[in-house]
């Protein structure tokens, strides 16, 4: 079983997410071109729709949470994901140095990233 790796919730204006889940929620955040968010187990990000890395936010709406996992085989769980009824919306991209994204569903549309971070 693979652990939650990293949560995003898109946002439109990532600064107002981010203070409706620290006085909601207790979450600490720090603003920067990928607005952050720590709990006590699970780290995060508000992806600016706007502003934001191109390749993901394209496939993202307003509003989706999307769990990130790293699979030992990135390019295998993506054959999975076909093989088993989801569908890739993004293939594999570099979204910073040796870190890979893909974004899937699953069959019934809910959104994840795959990962792949070299080492």
């Not at 890395?53 to 769990?67: C, E, N």
């Not at 989801?86 to 910073?96: D, F, H, N, Q, T």
Request: aromatic share 8%.
């Amino acid at each position: 079983m693979l652990p939650l790796g990293f949560l995003d919730i898109a946002a439109l204006d990532p600064a107002r997410s981010a203070a409706f889940y620290e006085g909601v929620l207790g979450f600490e955040t720090s603003a920067g071109g990928h607005t952050r968010f720590r709990t006590e187990n699970v780290e995060g990000g508000f992806p600016d729709l706007e502003n934001g890395f191109a390749p993901v936010v394209g496939v993202l709406k307003a509003g989706d949470i999307v769990p990130y996992f790293e699979p030992e085989d990135l390019d295998a769980a993506l054959e999975k994901v076909v093989d088993l009824g989801g569908k890739v919306l993004l293939p594999p991209v570099e979204s910073a140095p040796g870190h890979y994204v893909a974004i899937v569903t699953d069959p019934s549309g809910a959104k994840i990233a795959l990962t792949r971070i070299q080492r």
